[in-house]
């Protein structure tokens, strides 16, 4: 039971780490194709509402992601007791 309760905290960080890490690669490639057509056309500012709006439902996405594991924490720290 001792050895439930030790992996409990190290599987919800490891995945959290692992989400923070996906999501930085996410962004990372969703503002390729909008740093490229920024680049070739005279599309800069126009393409900043659609930066913000991407990065804005990423970080939904992967705070949505956190909420769901910090629940399940409680959750399978409380059973582990």
């Known amino acids: 039971m001792k050895a439930r309760r030790e992996l409990v ?3 919800h960080d490891t995945i959290d780490d692992l989400t923070r890490a996906v999501e930085d690669v996410h962004k990372s490639v969703a503002d390729l194709p909008l740093d490229l057509l920024g680049r070739l056309t005279s599309l800069e500012t126009t393409l ?15 705070d949505l992601v956190r909420q769901v594991n910090a629940r399940v924490r409680q959750l399978t720290t409380a059973a582990a007791r």
């Open 9 to 11: 905290p190290t599987v």
């Open 48 to 62: 900043e509402p659609v930066r913000d709006g991407q990065a804005r439902s990423i970080a939904a996405v992967y």
